[in-house]
């Protein structure tokens, strides 16, 4: 089978795209005949640097899948070849999903109807999963969310499923994405860049935020503390440049968030989906051959959106 192996570690050019042998099912796995695999932004780190995630020369990247069931492994239900999934395999130690057949265990599969979209499916399990995570920990402080990257992949599920559970969305994103932002369900939309960011999102809020979802990391999290309420919460899935004294001032909670493959939230995530209640913004759909664009895609925030490769 074709797939894009990471032959060194280094700039996506280390990626090539080649014959490998085809997994085999074993015991309590499913081979999946891979139709989109979603790129998220670890894959990109983990083309350069995977030691965090003890990933070797080799490897084939790609945590989230989508495609049919083409063969189990002996103790699997024969009954469930032909059926389409969306998958995210083990993280951070797994992956596999850019090539033409991928091997996850039967438990990190969720089933679609037959008519579903599986270049859509592919861009959700990772980035919607990390969106749920992130709304556990938020949806208890109260109903005024403030969402800085509320563009990305993590963003717009967050949004949608904030919205769904009545939150107040204010999102930080550049003005491009404000009207897909606003589609999917945010109250507010601010641009990052302008100069008073934070200052205008608090005046449009009207009050102090409940929570933070700090979705991109940097300096945005620190500017909006002071307009945390007391007691507020903020999650965070990349590194806020905080000082935390500030949150032990005001009893402020920080949760850092990583995800894991969880096979409960990826059954609910694909339910939603194909209930048509989760939706997926994909700008961009490249052959397995141009992952190194891919890649590049990613990395420069060009997309404005989900990008899948289609094995
Ligand atoms: N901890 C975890 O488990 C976990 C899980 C998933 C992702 N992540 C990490 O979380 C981050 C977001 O993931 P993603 O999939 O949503 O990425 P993404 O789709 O590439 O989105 C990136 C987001 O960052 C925004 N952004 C870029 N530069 C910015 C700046 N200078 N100031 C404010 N916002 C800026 C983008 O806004 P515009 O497009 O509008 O410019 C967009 O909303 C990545 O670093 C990723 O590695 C962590």
């Excluded at 891979?34 to 995977?50: C, F, R, S």
């Amino acid at each position: 089978m074709r797939a894009a192996v990471v032959e060194a570690f280094g700039e996506p050019g280390v990626i090539s795209v080649r014959d490998v042998p085809i997994p085999e099912p074993a015991q309590g796995q499913i081979r999946i005949k891979v139709v989109a695999a979603g790129i998220n932004p670890v894959d990109t780190y983990n083309a350069k640097d995977p030691s965090w995630a003890g990933i070797a020369t080799g490897c084939i990247l790609g945590y989230d899948i989508a495609g049919t069931v083409e063969a189990v492994g002996h103790d699997v239900s024969s009954d469930l070849i032909g059926r389409n999934v969306m998958a995210m395999t083990a993280f951070p130690q797994g992956q596999g999903g850019y090539a033409e057949y991928a091997v996850v265990d039967e438990p990190l599969a969720a089933y679609l109807p037959d008519d579903a979209d599986l270049v859509a499916a592919a861009s959700v399990p990772l980035a919607a999963g990390t969106a749920w995570e992130v709304l556990e920990k938020l949806e208890p402080a109260g109903p005024l969310m403030l969402v800085i990257g509320g563009s990305g992949g993590v963003g717009l599920f967050l949004i949608q499923l904030a919205a769904a559970r009545g939150v107040h969305v204010v999102a930080m994103g550049q003005e491009r994405s404000h009207a897909v932002m606003h589609a999917h369900g945010a109250t507010t939309c601010v641009d990052y860049r302008s100069p008073d960011a934070i200052a205008t999102a608090v005046d449009l809020a009207g009050g102090p935020f409940d929570s933070i979802a700090e979705l991109v990391g940097g300096p945005l999290t620190a500017l909006a503390q002071p307009h945390l309420r007391d007691d507020g919460v903020i999650a965070a899935i990349a590194p806020p440049d905080l000082a935390i004294d500030a949150l032990i001032d005001a009893n402020q909670s920080l949760h850092g968030i990583l995800i894991r493959d969880n096979s409960e939230r990826l059954r609910h995530m694909a339910d939603l989906f194909s209930g048509g209640h989760l939706r997926t913004h994909v700008t961009r759909v490249l052959p397995l051959d141009e992952v190194a664009e891919a890649h590049r895609l990613v990395d420069s925030g060009e997309a404005g959106g989900k990008v899948v490769l289609t094995p």
